[in-house]
């Protein structure tokens, strides 16, 4: 078939301003792999947490740190090459690093004019530290409003959990493992341990990743004065993070804690997926029409 074309102007390309209004990011930052989730598009970007000093659209970032190119210090970086690893085992290492991956990764895919609402998932544990570094991170995108939510809870609106009963939510990432108790939707207790999938190696096999979430549940239960623990461990326990596809690992976890195991669907992605249903949540919300504040938690 053929036709002649549609003459091309230049407000054809330009979004409209709905679209500039409700532009927003769902953004998962693991030390492993960053994942993105933009409205209108889906899952964009799955990519391992890496940058690198140079030029580029990480000028800007650059420049709004008052650093042309990063340091290279530190644990964010690999001594001898331009690569540099701004996320450490749930802590944001090098900030702008981190800005520059995003800018790289997101700027180009964003309405030119829009400044998108951003929802930032984080360490149930991560605290303060790691939502102000997030927030400052991600302000190289200049969104209108940034909010945070435990990675926890975003795994658990991926899988449409119950939330109004006691959760148990086990987050089996590459470098960091979290357990987590939810109860009304927020984090009552965690813990977590500084090893994940990407240490199992001939000295570390997968057992001992499966009996550091066995420990970290009976510490909990041991220590908790409730019956919130007990009932959420009744009811069986969340898997999520790459973590949750090893058969060796959740087949070891299985057999030692003797509660139902229940994997979410496209474990390795349900944080990220899960703040994208958050951020459409906030979208409809009255304050995103213009009196959202600039930083928020979702607890």
């Known amino acids: 078939m053929t036709g002649t074309p ?6 054809a390309h330009r979004p409209g301003p709905q679209c500039r209004r409700y532009c927003g990011i769902a953004l998962d930052l693991g ?3 960053t994942r993105a989730w933009i409205t209108g ?6 990519v391992p947490t890496v940058t690198c000093t140079g030029t580029g659209a990480g000028s800007e970032a650059g420049a709004r740190f008052g650093t042309g190119t990063a340091t290279g210090t530190g644990t964010g970086s ?7 690893y701004p996320v450490r085992r749930g802590a944001i290492v090098d900030t702008p690093g981190c800005a520059r991956m ?3 990764l997101l700027a180009d895919r964003l309405p030119r004019l829009g400044h998108p609402l951003i929802v930032v998932t984080a360490p149930a544990l991560g605290g303060l530290a790691y939502r102000t570094q997030a927030r400052i991170a991600v302000d190289a995108l200049r969104p209108r409003g940034v909010l945070t939510v435990p990675s926890a809870r975003a795994v658990a609106v991926a899988a449409g959990a119950d939330m109004s009963r006691p959760l148990l939510v086990a987050d089996i990432g590459a ?11 927020a984090v009552t207790d965690a813990r977590r341990t500084a090893l994940g999938t990407g240490d199992l190696d001939g000295t570390t096999p997968p057992e001992r990743l499966s009996e550091a979430v066995a420990l970290m ?16 461990l009744a009811r069986g326990v969340l898997l999520a993070g790459g973590g949750a596809l ?21 474990p390795h992605t349900a944080a990220v997926r899960g703040a994208a249903r958050l951020l459409q949540v906030a979208h409809t919300h009255p304050s995103a029409s213009g009196g959202l504040p600039p930083a928020a938690d979702l607890h």
């Open 41 to 46: 598009s889906g899952v964009v970007v799955d």
């Open 175 to 185: 470098h960091l493992t979290e357990v987590v108790l939810l109860h009304e939707g």
């Open 6 to 11: 549609a003459p091309r102007t230049t407000a």
């Open 246 to 266: 090893r058969p060796e690992i959740t087949g070891r976890l299985a057999g030692l804690l003797h509660t139902p195991l229940s994997v979410v669907p496209a």
């Open 78 to 84: 690999a001594t001898g090459t331009g690569a540099l």
């Open 31 to 33: 030390s492993a792999r």
């Open 217 to 232: 549940l009976t510490a909990m239960l041991r220590q908790d004065r409730t019956s919130l623990t007990a009932d959420a």
């Open 102 to 104: 995003l800018l790289r």
